[in-house]
């Protein structure tokens, strides 16, 4: 067998048995810039992992993150992550996530500004069931944004 087929059986070997987890993360590890103590930060990072990503968490807080990136703080949260040269601002559901990779639109990433309840992180028994709705936003170049997908 030659060298270039062995890899290329090798590699589609490794893609069905990761299936859609390597789908997800296009393997590549999410970066989560947050707090150490935030509760919510934590929460929506189970919910990502849950959802086939794989997370490295920077504790250092999010606003440096943020700037460097290009997010307005406008569009801030408690929580900044990259992957796929997109950033993703605040509660941002996995599902948005996955679907902005594989649709790969121009803009800077998506936001779900502040904390809205029923979110991502923000959905535990604490809440009481509450679903606040709220919009997550393509965020463009320009600082201006679209409205991605919206809840409630």
């Given at each position: 067998?030659?060298?270039?087929?062995?890899?290329?059986?090798?590699?589609?070997?490794?893609?069905?048995?990761?299936?859609?987890?390597?789908?997800?993360?296009?393997?590549?590890?999410?970066?989560?810039?947050?707090?150490?103590?935030?509760?919510?930060?934590?929460?929506?990072?189970?919910?990502?992992?849950?959802?086939?990503?794989?997370?490295?968490?920077?504790?250092?807080?999010?606003a440096a993150a943020?700037?460097?990136?290009?997010?307005?703080?406008?569009?801030?949260?408690?929580?900044?992550?990259?992957?796929?040269?997109?950033?993703?601002?605040?509660?941002?559901?996995?599902?948005?996530?996955?679907?902005?990779?594989?649709?790969?639109?121009?803009?800077?990433?998506?936001?779900?500004?502040?904390?809205?309840?029923?979110?991502?992180?923000?959905?535990?028994?604490?809440?009481?069931?509450?679903?606040?709705?709220?919009?997550?936003?393509?965020?463009?170049?320009?600082?201006?944004?679209?409205v991605f997908q919206?809840y409630g």
């Open positions: 067998m030659k060298r270039r087929t062995f890899l290329r059986s090798t590699l589609a070997s490794a893609a069905l048995v990761a299936g859609p987890r390597l789908w997800a993360q296009g393997a590549a590890i999410m970066e989560v810039w947050k707090d150490p103590s935030c509760g919510c930060c934590n929460e929506w990072i189970k919910h990502v992992k849950d959802n086939g990503f794989t997370v490295r968490i920077h504790d250092t807080g999010n943020r700037a460097r990136f290009g997010m307005p703080v406008k569009y801030g949260g408690c929580h900044t992550a990259r992957i796929g040269g997109y950033v993703f601002e605040g509660h941002v559901p996995a599902r948005d996530i996955k679907r902005l990779l594989k649709e790969k639109p121009t803009g800077i990433g998506l936001a779900v500004p502040g904390m809205p309840v029923g979110s991502p992180g923000m959905d535990g028994p604490a809440y009481k069931g509450r679903l606040d709705p709220y919009d997550v936003l393509l965020v463009l170049a320009d600082g201006s944004f679209r919206s």
